[in-house]
Each structure stands twice: as structure tokens, then as C-alpha cells.
């Protein structure tokens, strides 16, 4: 593949297919992960200008200080082997306002042309923030449910599926049936 693009793709297509990915992109370069590349979209997902483009990730994020992303970084960079994070806390600063953020990531050791060595490492990371907070707003309904149902003075059993599985029954129900 990498034959295949050096041969037939020009440094302003790779350039274009950055930029309108719709998932955030960005690769950091050297021990220091210097933003060499960052598509809008991670731009806005950082909260950040284009502006950070040539610094340093810690100095244009200084947020992750006692994250352990910038730790992250370093271990995908020494073994080579790539990192994916699932529904990951983070802190950001966006707007001048400290966020609480979720993400679903990869980060990916960059290697030189001769495949030798690590010089940097890509991230590809998308926002799941709206879809974690659901989950938990779910998760919370759901408890609350279930809580109405074994404190309450009524018999009340709750069934799952066609063959009507008993998922929830209260004290009450199981005494009307003579059961624990």
C-alpha cells in the first residue's frame, strides 16, 4: 500500500482526505509530539486553532498534564504497538471552559520511510461524549425503575422475552406466590 501511494497519490490528495475525514486526525512528531498535522476536525474536538499546529501536544493541551494520554503517547512511540481507547475520560479546555469529554481513539506509531524507526505517532479519535452521558441517563432510569418496582406495597413482577423470563419481581409478588 505504501508503494501503491507514493506512486499514484499526490501529497494534495493525502492533504484534501485529511482535512475532510469526518473523524479527527492529527500526527505528532519526535519524542516531544509536535502537532505536525491537525484536521479541523480535531481542531474543534480540542477546542483549539490551527494556530497549535508546530507545538508541542503538552504545551497546546496543557490539560493533560496528569492525564495519561501523554503517557499513552510515549508507550505507542518505544513498542511500536498501537493504542485504542474505548469511552475514555478526558479533560478538556474548549472555549476557555473546563469539559468533561469521552472518547473512542487510536493512537499509531508513524514510521519513517524506511520502516526502521518511530518518528511520530497518528491519532484518529472521535467524540462519544453525547453517547456515554445517554448510556449513564439510561443506566439511571433503569435503576430508578427498578427500585419503584421492588419498593413497592403492590405485587409486581416484571418479564423478559417470549417465554417470559421473570427479570424483576418485588418481596410482595414472591410472597404472593410463595416463593424467596
Not at 22 to 40: C, H, K, R, W, Y
Amino acid at each position: 500500500m505504501k508503494n501503491f501511494i507514493k506512486s499514484n497519490i499526490s501529497q494534495e490528495s493525502l492533504a484534501l482526505l485529511l482535512t475532510q475525514a469526518p473523524v479527527a486526525l492529527s500526527m505528532l512528531m519526535g519524542d516531544e509530539f509536535i502537532i505536525q498535522v491537525a484536521n479541523p476536525q480535531i481542531l474543534q474536538l480540542w477546542g483549539k486553532s490551527p494556530q497549535i499546529i508546530g507545538c508541542k501536544l503538552i504545551d497546546a493541551l496543557p490539560e493533560l498534564e496528569g492525564q495519561p494520554f501523554m503517557d499513552i503517547l510515549s508507550q505507542v512511540r518505544t513498542t511500536g504497538k498501537p493504542y485504542k481507547g474505548y469511552q475514555e475520560f478526558c479533560y478538556l479546555v474548549r472555549n476557555g471552559k473546563r469539559e468533561e469529554c469521552y472518547f473512542d481513539f487510536i493512537y499509531a506509531p508513524i514510521f519513517n520511510d524506511e520502516e526502521t524507526e518511530i518518528i511520530g505517532v497518528s491519532v484518529v479519535a472521535t467524540e462519544v461524549t453525547d453517547q456515554v452521558n445517554a448510556e449513564k441517563k439510561l443506566a439511571e432510569t433503569e435503576y430508578t425503575f427498578e427500585r419503584l418496582i421492588k419498593e413497592s406495597d403492590y405485587s409486581i413482577a416484571l418479564y423478559k422475552g417470549p417465554d417470559l423470563i421473570i427479570d424483576i419481581a418485588n418481596n410482595s409478588m414472591l410472597r404472593t406466590w410463595g416463593k424467596n
